[in-house]
């Protein structure tokens, strides 16, 4: 059974950290593209950082560059992101995801073939 995890959510105040984590179970790991999304009420589920599946490359929205770090483990098939200088916009629930494609845009919340649970990250001002 292929299985996404993700932990390390929690409450924090603006300009704080928070790193997350995305165990993978079940799934060649190092053939996947992983993606991490954002949902906040009442709005869509948006794209926010990925990495490639040799961790050779990462992806950006342009509104976490800079404060936001992608990176995997392909050891212990776990996905991580690393959020600094949170703002109160960050808050959401925040999901990752697999994508085996080679050949469609990691921003592409559609071409994604697994997703976790989500876990929650909220920003206090």
């Known amino acids: 059974q292929k299985q996404l995890v993700e932990s390390g959510g929690g409450l924090v105040q603006a300009g704080g950290s928070l790193r997350l984590s995305c165990a993978a179970s079940?799934?060649?790991?190092?053939?996947?593209?992983m993606g991490w999304f954002r949902q906040a009420p009442g709005l869509e589920r948006q794209f926010v950082a990925a990495?490639?599946?040799?961790?050779?490359?990462?992806y950006y929205a342009d509104s976490v560059k800079g404060r936001f770090t992608v990176s995997r483990d392909n050891v212990k098939n776990t996905v991580f992101l690393q959020m600094n200088s949170l703002k109160p916009e960050d808050t959401a629930i925040y999901y990752c995801?697999?994508?085996?494609?080679?050949?469609?845009?990691?921003?592409?919340?559609?071409?994604?073939?697994?997703w976790g649970q989500g876990t929650q990250v909220t920003v206090s001002s």
């Open positions: 079940g799934l060649a790991f190092d053939r996947y593209t």
């Open positions: 990495i490639s599946w040799s961790a050779g490359t990462t």
């Open positions: 995801a697999a994508q085996s494609s080679r050949y469609q845009s990691v921003r592409l919340r559609s071409s994604y073939d697994y």
